[in-house]
């Protein structure tokens, strides 16, 4: 039986899963908790990673790994190897001012274009020119800039502060896709040099089934950011869009069509198998429900059962779920709105039947933006916290128009992981 190892290092924690490759049965799993905040010592990622692994039973037995990681994030190296500040998160969005001097100087049409992104605070593009404007003795410090699953991946490979090989760091085209200076020709050091100051080394793309090897010499795998990496775990295709229902929301599609959104609605990725991730993200997901639960005073499982009570359409009442503004739509001071009251619709049945249907119908927004711009949906992969309730699973194919399936519960990014490097033994 050859074991192979997929990671999960997500903002909230490290889930390790070994794996049967020829089976995919999962033999050992193992977790540890990651410091909440929107900068992180990358160290605490490194003390997470190996608690996990001891967790699921050790790399002994394990032939080939991968590790799939938060997009994002900004590691900063100096040339001795060490991390120069905490890393900036995805979430950490300090650096929107700088991503507005980005698309001033570039054009939000050109940067579509060259990289499939338009800059928002999330990308590591932003955050480089944030720590060029803010900190400038540490920007003229950066040798080279890695994203958290680069870093980590060149960590567990042995390679750190006492043995500082930057070119030995390594990455994948979905992660790459993240940053805001990588494009279907590769890296845009012009843009990385707009942004850091400076130019870096940043690490080597690996193909999709290319993989270089641990100090043991087992087979490593490119990796993933954690979107691409569940996409893999779920066995997406062309065709397939994922819904992820949790604080947030995500929508994204398989495409094998390169997708450009100059609004910058539609963020343009990659995925880890050769294929294109176009995604969606909502600030207001599950907290809709929770809003409206205790609105109402049931739990999760109460409010399910008053939505299937109503018929479609609420009797006429609509929730616009923009309780804490919204990303996608961008209507950022935007607050939420229950309409169309009157005597006879204003029941606690139909204001639940409201609420699920009004955080999908958010959803269903970016799906439709996603076919203006020619990709093809015709199924719905529904997965996180919010798939859970019968209200959802049962409503969603007629807000998104199209056959929906809710996958079993599972850590689909280190499941994705895992997949890859199963898929480089011989």
């Not at 100059?262 to 909502?282: E, I, K, R």
């Not at 204001?351 to 959803?363: K, T």
């Not at 599972?410 to 499941?415: D, N």
């Amino acid at each position: 039986m050859a074991l192979v190892m997929g990671v999960d290092s997500s903002t909230q924690s490290c889930k390790v899963i070994v794996m049967d490759a020829s089976t995919s049965v999962i033999v050992h799993e193992g977790r540890a908790p990651h410091p909440a905040g929107t900068e992180v010592d990358p160290e605490a990622w490194w003390q997470a990673l190996q608690a996990a692994i001891a967790d699921a039973g050790g790399l002994d037995d394990v032939e080939a790994w991968a590790i799939g990681g938060q997009q994002h994030g900004m590691v900063a190296l100096d040339a001795a190897g060490q991390v120069i500040r905490p890393a900036l998160l995805w979430n950490d969005t300090r650096s929107a001012d700088a991503a507005s001097d980005l698309i001033a100087e570039f054009g939000a049409d050109a940067l579509a274009a060259r990289t499939g992104l338009v800059p928002v605070a999330s990308f590591t593009i932003t955050k480089l020119r944030w720590l060029r404007d803010h900190e400038p003795e540490n920007a003229a410090r950066v040798a080279a800039v890695a994203l958290p699953h680069d870093w980590l991946t060149w960590r567990l490979r042995g390679f750190g502060p006492s043995n500082p090989d930057l070119t030995e760091l390594v990455t994948d085209r979905s992660d790459a896709s993240g940053t805001g200076y990588w494009g279907p020709s590769g890296y845009d050091r012009e843009l990385l040099v707009a942004a850091l100051g400076h130019d870096a080394v940043l690490p080597r793309v690996l193909g999709a089934r290319e993989w270089v090897m641990d100090a043991s010499a087992r087979r490593v795998g490119a990796g993933a950011g954690d979107n691409a990496g569940a996409a893999l775990g779920l066995g997406a295709g062309p065709g397939d869009v994922v819904v992820s229902i949790g604080t947030s929301g995500t929508v994204f599609a398989v495409s094998a069509e390169r997708v450009i959104d100059p609004s910058g609605t539609v963020a343009g990725f990659a995925s880890a198998d050769g294929n294109w991730l176009p995604l969606v993200a909502t600030l207001n997901a599950s907290r809709v429900l929770e809003a409206i639960a205790g609105l109402l005073g049931v739990d999760h499982a109460g409010l399910s059962t008053l939505a299937l009570e109503a018929a479609s359409g609420a009797g006429g009442l609509r929730l616009a779920p923009y309780f804490e503004g919204e990303r996608t739509p961008n209507l950022p001071d935007a607050t939420a709105t229950l309409s169309g009251m009157t005597l006879a619709s204003t029941t606690r049945e139909n204001v639940a039947r409201a609420a699920v249907e009004g955080m999908l119908g958010g959803l269903a927004f970016g799906m439709r933006t996603m076919r203006e711009l020619g990709v093809s949906l015709h199924r719905a992969l529904l997965v996180g916290g919010g798939a859970q309730s019968e209200a959802v699973r049962r409503i969603a194919p007629d807000v998104f128009g199209m056959p929906v399936e809710v996958p079993a519960p599972a850590e689909y990014v280190a499941l994705g992981a895992a997949r890859q490097a199963a898929a480089l033994l011989p």
